[in-house]
């Protein structure tokens, strides 16, 4: 199967000055010139740093062409990449870099000093290269580029060698899992994203969304991969955001949710219905895929995925299902609803969601034999989610398993209280997450972010707002009105830390 690399070569041979990337802050690159640079600096990789097949290597940086320039060389010669959060604190970097055994990393000068304390701590990182500034230590990437041939010979790679390994964001105790996947599954999953989101050459997909998080990196890569072109911003933001879309004139925004609900907070305005979209894919849009649409006057396609499976449903434009679905499979993708016993769920029956292994090639992390045994049941892969699958096929979303808030006996959805708090008319991003409770167990606690210009409500007066919309069961016993949530790098929200605020 092509690499993205040999896809990118095609389409540099159709149109070699054709815009593949526009970044807000770091100019462009054509299809030419990344198909150059990629494979001059994968040589000197292979040749000048001593990387063989295999031979992992991290990228360290937030949205910009050279993270591109540098997973393009990776592919080229067979090295892992390993996308690296900016965000990531010494302790979490020190450790996936020893995790992941990593030789080279990429990074700019602004993490320079604390990359090559790293390195100096760590026997089996190697290099430090730099994208931007030159700082003393350190190699940089353009004169590795500059030192190359000008057209290298590019070696035959097997699909089955390792492709990347991705860390996982960590919204659970403990440390990231790393998730492997072969060359063949990263190249086919990109290609695909175009036939399921119905991209073309014309295309500009704008991405908002950090490259090391799947979801930053596929929508770049779903743009190239149809030969259209990716629209880049180092880092979300909300103020920027429509002055970008106007500046560029995306057709595509592929994202996650929580930035869609952190844009909904904006006061409705006049350029969110007279913009260039004309889809918008986000990642955990069913509860408002509705709502979204009226905003913003175009249609929003959702999907349901995690690390280990990629994207294992999607709702697709001309078959967008019933309401408050995430889709049907990917093509290839084969998924389950189980109960406790392990026995199928009925149609319509809320049960684990699970996914044959050989539908999404997970075999298990990376040096974790307990972390693999607990996910992996003979030829399912266990994603601790809630869902159900009605009896055309439809998957729904109910829960991650964690955050089911168990009352008195009932097991209450999270995602079905927040979908009903959002439509408050004061009330932007929401969060439930259960309380301990002496005799109950568990009660239901609201985080609540306020819309600009909102005034919060009381608890009686949202109580009283959600009575005749929901059983009182289900109703939040306990309101907080936050400024900002918790997040990870990924801008997902990070329930954990909100239920410690209790537990404290």
């Known amino acids: ?67 591109l320039d540098c997973n393009l060389a990776m592919q080229v010669f067979g090295l892992p990449g390993i996308p690296g959060n900016p965000d990531w604190v010494d302790d979490e970097f020190e450790y996936v870099l020893r995790h992941s055994a990593t030789r080279v990393l990429f990074t700019d000068a602004a993490h320079a000093e604390r990359a090559l304390a790293l390195r100096d701590r760590i ?48 919204t659970t105790a403990g440390r990231p899992k790393a998730v492997p996947a072969r060359r063949e599954l990263l190249s086919g999953q990109a290609i695909s994203y175009e036939e399921m989101f119905g991209l073309s050459h014309r295309d500009r997909v704008l991405v908002v969304t950090p490259f090391f998080h799947g979801n930053g990196a596929g929508a770049m890569m779903s743009a190239l991969s149809r030969g259209g ?42 350029r969110e219905r007279s913009h260039s979209l004309r889809v918008i894919i986000s990642l955990g849009s069913a509860p408002v895929r509705r709502t979204m649409e009226e905003r913003y006057g175009c249609p929003v396609m959702d999907w349901y995925g995690m690390t280990e499976a990629g994207a294992g449903t999607y709702t697709r434009l001309d078959d967008p299902g019933p309401e408050g ?55 399912f892969f266990r994603t601790g989610d809630l869902g159900t ?9 109910v829960d991650r398993t964690k955050d089911i808030v168990r009352r008195g006996g009932e097991n209450i959805s999270s995602v079905e209280v927040e979908s009903v708090l959002r439509e408050h008319p004061a009330l932007g991003e929401v969060a439930i997450v259960a309380k301990p409770h002496p005799i109950l167990g568990e009660t239901l606690a609201a ?40 997040r990870t790098g990924s801008g997902k929200l990070r329930k954990a830390s909100l239920r410690e605020q209790f537990r404290a």
Not at 38 to 57: D, K, Q, S
Not at 245 to 264: A, F, G, H, K, S
Not at 389 to 397: E, N, T
Request: some cysteine; charged content about 25%.
């Open 325 to 379: 679905t995430v889709g049907k499979p990917f093509p290839g993708s084969r998924l389950h609803i189980l109960r406790e016993d392990g026995t199928p769920a009925e149609p319509g029956e809320v049960g684990e969601i699970v996914f044959e292994r050989s539908t999404i090639g997970f075999d298990g992390y990376v040096g974790d034999d307990e972390a693999s045994a607990a996910a992996i049941e003979g030829d």
């Open 447 to 486: 985080f609540v972010q306020l819309l600009d210009g909102a005034t919060a409500p009381s608890l009686e007066e949202l109580r009283a707002w959600c009575a005749g919309r929901m059983a009182e069961f289900k109703i939040p016993e306990d309101l907080v009105v936050v400024d900002e949530f918790p």
């Open 229 to 270: 072109s990716a629209v880049l911003t180092r880092r979300f933001s909300r103020s920027r955001f429509w002055d970008l879309v106007d500046t560029y004139r995306p057709t595509y925004l592929l994202t996650l949710q929580p930035i869609m609900n952190i844009l909904m907070t904006l006061p409705p305005g006049g």
């Open 1 to 67: 199967m092509p690499t993205m690399y040999d896809v990118v070569r095609m389409y540099a041979g159709q149109w070699p000055d054709k815009l593949a990337i526009l970044s807000e802050a770091d100019g462009t690159r054509t299809y030419g010139e990344l198909v150059d640079r990629g494979a001059r600096l994968g040589h000197a990789l292979a040749h000048e740093l001593g990387c063989a097949i295999g031979t992992r290597a991290c990228i360290w940086l937030e949205n910009r062409p050279e993270w």
């Open 123 to 170: 026997d089996t990182l190697a290099h430090v290269v730099l994208v931007d500034e030159r700082v003393p230590g350190a190699l940089h990437l353009e004169d590795l580029i500059a030192a190359a041939p000008a057209d290298p010979v590019v070696p035959e790679i097997s699909d089955f060698v390792e492709g990347s390994v991705m860390y996982t964001s960590g």
């Open 389 to 397: 699958v009605d009896a055309d096929g439809y998957l729904f979303f």
